[in-house]
């Protein structure tokens, strides 16, 4: 062969190798950067039914809620919406579900409860320290000075629904509330406890939903039950009624927050429409929740079509959601605290609620 054919063969492979690149020459493909997670819609609220009765005006000077910033008058910890958005729709979506309106029923059901229901548990750590006033019930009951725990015994909630179907939605046309499946746990508890049967159903299915749409949170009904205690006597303040569907009559409404005797100056959000004040905001219904936080958050858990913050169905699973907010575990001193203080900032509103939950698992579980 002559070396200009040898040229030439030498010349054709390099041209064929120009064409064929080396993979290994390929630049290493870039990972995708993650996408911005949607902003959460809030779901507008319905204004409450037509009242009953007369507003009942609370002439105490009330506690100033957290649930609603200082620095700026009705703008409800804005650094917390989305986290409290998630929590409320992820409620919101399981209590809407046909099988979620009761929650708790068949045998997959029944079993959770056994395990994460224990009559009359109370779960705020035995090195909480209430202040001066409530030193006497510093550890709750059978904790023997280590962490809380649930009681050695108690009674789970059973609901009274059939059990050979998974899931159970009331007939058509019928005003059963999904807590009404409690009403067997809850009667004796209501006597012994003097609580209204039917805020006692909420705060136990408040409990279960949470445990199952939080089940980090570890919330106990005690602690619903001891904040409703000090906000309204459990919707009972000044003479007002806890109605069989729930809802408070004549409705509870806190004085104005007009930044005198001390309460904090809040200008109106909600032009009247919840608490019927157009000039500034007032707590309102039976957990006291100021407009603003309640048009945010609120959460339908009684299925009738109305976040009415006068119900406490409605008004006890939205203070789960809230109490929960910001991965926070009731179960340690730190995140029960925590929750309570972002309900209510004063130490003093924390030793009473920690003294009210504590008297009512004492209560249950001694009998």
């Not at 309640?294 to 119900?311: E, H, L």
């Not at 925590?338 to 209560?363: C, K, Q, W």
Request: glycine fraction near 8%; charge should be negative; charged fraction near 25%.
């Amino acid at each position: 062969m002559t070396r200009e054919r040898e040229f030439a063969i030498l010349d054709h492979v390099a041209r064929d190798d120009d064409r064929t690149p080396d993979p290994r020459d390929e630049p290493a493909e870039t990972a995708g950067q993650p996408s911005t997670m949607d902003t959460l819609s809030v779901t507008a609220i319905r204004p409450p039914a037509p009242e009953r009765g007369p507003d009942l005006k609370i002439p105490a000077q009330p506690h100033v809620p957290r649930h609603a910033a200082p620095e700026s008058p009705g703008d409800v910890l804005e650094s917390k919406q989305g986290r409290l958005a998630e929590r409320r729709d992820a409620v919101r979506t399981w209590a809407g579900r046909p099988g979620g309106r009761t929650m708790v029923v068949g045998a997959v059901i029944l079993a959770m409860l056994a395990l994460a229901f224990v009559g009359g548990r109370f779960i705020v750590p035995a090195t909480a320290k209430p202040d001066a006033g409530a030193s006497k019930t510093a550890i709750p009951a059978g904790t023997n000075g280590g962490s809380a725990a649930g009681p050695e015994t108690g009674n789970a909630p059973v609901p009274q629904v059939p059990t050979e179907t998974p899931s159970y939605s009331p007939p058509p046309g019928t005003k059963e509330r999904p807590a009404d499946v409690l009403a067997v746990w809850a009667a004796p508890r209501a006597v012994k406890l003097d609580i209204p049967p039917v805020a006692m159903q909420a705060y136990g299915y408040a409990e279960l939903i949470t445990a199952r749409t939080t089940p980090k949170c570890k919330l106990t009904w005690t602690t619903l039950a001891g904040i409703a205690k000090v906000e309204s006597n459990h919707g009972r303040f000044n003479g007002a009624l806890l109605q069989e569907d729930g809802k408070s009559v004549p409705t509870i409404i806190g004085p104005p927050l007009d930044g005198q005797s001390g309460r904090q100056a809040i200008r109106d959000t909600d032009q009247g429409l919840i608490d019927t004040d157009k000039t500034w905001d007032r707590a309102v219904g039976p957990m006291q929740f100021l407009p603003s936080t309640w048009k945010q958050y609120g959460i339908d858990a009684d299925n009738d079509g109305v976040i009415d913050i006068n119900d406490i169905d409605d008004a006890s699973l939205t203070a789960a959601a809230y109490l929960c907010a910001d991965g926070r575990d009731l179960s340690t001193l730190e995140g029960w605290n925590a929750a309570i203080h972002a309900y209510n900032v004063p130490e003093e509103y924390r030793a009473a609620v920690f003294n009210a939950a504590n008297d009512y698992g004492r209560r249950d579980r001694t009998g």
